[in-house]
């Protein structure tokens, strides 16, 4: 004898999953074109673009086909792009001074950008040493006083404040510093007041762990980088002291804060969107973009369908914007 449930069940949740329209009527999270921003990467001594092996789809731009993309990108609807540099190897140098100087790679595609899109596309600017110094650290290398070797905080802000300016000059929207010094946010900010730029934002990169998932933008870069980022990126073990990083970069005033990366760490963004009085961003990075991409490209899973459900699950988990290698990709997807 089967027993009669349904004379108990006053509350069946499938009701409300039951068509298209009826889901989509009480979806509690959306994904629209203009929540998400495109890293890009801009390259010296290149005549046409080169795609990064170990992210598919994702290219060292000269700066005309980095117009061209740029362009794609906000044709689908995305309305932010972030810019990085590579600069040739020989002219890196210990101080990464190619950083601030306004024809270094970077500042002329950030110049190249403004110039064609004017304010439809804000244009951001990655703030960080680590592309331009031969040994590929964030910030300037010294000993201290016992012999041994470390990334110097203070006086990397001062080059920080030059390449922000530089940026500005060359007509950067938004700054974003990524670099992980202390105090970045504040010298930054007084740097970019004291020259006039109160209308440039800063995107701070708070909570930015010392992560694997970032294997494949080394290549993007071609980094210098032997050993690794610990001194001043987070432990991934840590959550408490992301919340002291976002208190610091609000105090400093910073206009948006970033989580990075997002998936491994859906839960450092959602204690952050609890208590940020600001936008929080989180960044998707190349690791993640590049294991999607290889589990597609192999058949193990549909691509597009797991580029969407992570890019929803950043929004559920309380990011406001994302960075992403699938901008364009997700924002013509959601554009039918
Ligand atoms: C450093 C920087 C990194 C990324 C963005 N900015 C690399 C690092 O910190 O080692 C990683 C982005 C990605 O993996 O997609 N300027």
């Known amino acids: 004898m089967t027993a009669d449930y349904s004379s108990h069940l006053i509350?069946?949740?499938?009701?409300?999953?039951?068509?298209?329209?009826?889901?989509?009527?009480?979806?509690?999270?959306?994904?629209?074109?203009?929540d998400l921003i495109l890293p890009m990467f801009i390259a010296d001594g290149i005549t046409e673009a080169r795609e990064i092996s170990s992210m598919p789809g994702v290219y060292q731009h000269t700066e005309q086909s980095l117009l061209r993309a740029a362009g794609e990108a906000l044709d689908a609807g995305v309305r932010c792009v972030d810019l990085f540099g590579v600069p040739l190897a020989e002219?890196?140098?210990?101080?990464?001074?190619?950083?601030?100087?306004?024809?270094?790679?970077?500042?002329?595609?950030?110049?190249?950008?403004?110039?064609?899109?004017?304010?439809?596309?804000?244009?951001?600017?990655?703030t960080c040493l680590d592309e331009f110094t031969d040994h590929g650290h964030c910030g300037v290398v010294s000993t201290d006083r016992f012999g041994a070797t470390v990334v110097d905080n203070d006086a990397t802000l001062a080059l920080y404040q030059k390449m922000a300016l530089a940026q500005a000059r060359a007509g950067a929207h938004?700054?974003?510093?990524?670099?992980?010094?202390?105090?970045?946010?504040?010298?930054?900010?007084?740097?970019?007041?004291?020259?006039?730029?109160?209308d440039v934002s800063i995107m701070a990169y708070s909570a930015k762990y010392a992560?694997?998932?970032?294997?494949?933008?080394?290549?993007?870069?071609?980094?210098?980088?032997?050993?690794?980022?610990?001194?001043?990126?987070?432990?991934?073990?840590?959550?408490?002291?992301?919340?002291?990083?976002?208190r610091l970069d609000v105090e400093e005033g910073a206009d948006i804060v970033m989580v990075k990366p997002a998936l491994p760490y859906l839960d450092v963004l959602t204690k952050v969107a609890e208590i940020s009085p600001v936008p929080v961003a989180a960044y998707q990075v190349s690791g993640e973009y590049a294991m999607i991409q290889a589990a597609g490209a192999n058949g193990w899973v549909d691509r597009d369908a797991v580029m969407m459900e992570s890019l929803i699950s950043i929004r559920r988990a309380g990011a406001d914007q994302i960075l992403t290698y699938f901008a364009t990709t997700a924002a013509r997807a959601l554009r039918g």
Do not use: H
């Open 174 to 198: 938004m700054i974003s510093p990524s670099g992980m010094m202390d105090g970045q946010i504040a010298a930054i900010r007084a740097a970019l007041d004291g020259e006039g730029f109160q």
């Open 91 to 126: 002219d890196k140098d210990a101080t990464g001074s190619q950083a601030w100087d306004d024809g270094g790679v970077l500042n002329r595609g950030l110049a190249a950008l403004r110039r064609e899109f004017g304010d439809d596309l804000i244009v951001m600017a990655d």
């Open 11 to 34: 509350r069946r949740p499938r009701r409300l999953r039951s068509t298209p329209a009826m889901r989509e009527l009480v979806a509690e999270t959306s994904l629209r074109p203009a």
């Open 211 to 246: 992560s694997a998932f970032f294997g494949p933008f080394r290549e993007a870069v071609g980094s210098s980088l032997r050993g690794d980022r610990r001194t001043y990126q987070q432990d991934p073990a840590n959550i408490r002291e992301s919340l002291l990083e976002v």
